[in-house]
């Protein structure tokens, strides 16, 4: 595993954002999910996430999730990922989001 700098971690802006709509995302390869995230100050961002297996649609909206929302945007299929949402992957490739364990201002970086 390479070690990294202060500096290069500085470079990854995570933040905190709110799920508003999650939708499934039929047009995708993976099984995934459509949604859209508030970052405060930072803006709503759209994104795909392979997260069926572990979340329904509704029970997404309103959660607080953390993400990286430095990445350049990415074509998939019929939308533009603005952002990538963290999680710890299982053993069967399940994903299990990050979050913060309280309510915490939109938009907030990690780190």
């Given amino acids: ?4 700098t202060w ?16 939708e499934t995302f039929k047009e995708a390869r993976n099984p995934a999910y459509k949604l859209t995230i508030d970052f405060g100050e930072h803006g709503l961002k759209k ?22 929302v430095n990445f350049p945007p990415k074509q998939i299929a019929n939308i533009m990922s603005e952002c990538l949402i963290l999680g710890g992957l299982g053993e069967n490739k399940e994903v299990t989001l990050i979050q913060p364990d309280s309510a915490i201002k939109n938009g907030t970086r990690i780190g």
């Fill in 1 to 4: 595993m390479e070690e990294l």
């Fill in 47 to 68: 994104t795909s996430a392979q997260i069926t297996k572990l979340y329904k649609p509704n029970d997404l909206i309103g959660r607080q999730v953390i993400a990286v």
């Fill in 7 to 22: 500096d290069d971690f500085m470079k990854v802006e995570m933040r905190v954002g709110t799920i508003l709509s999650a």
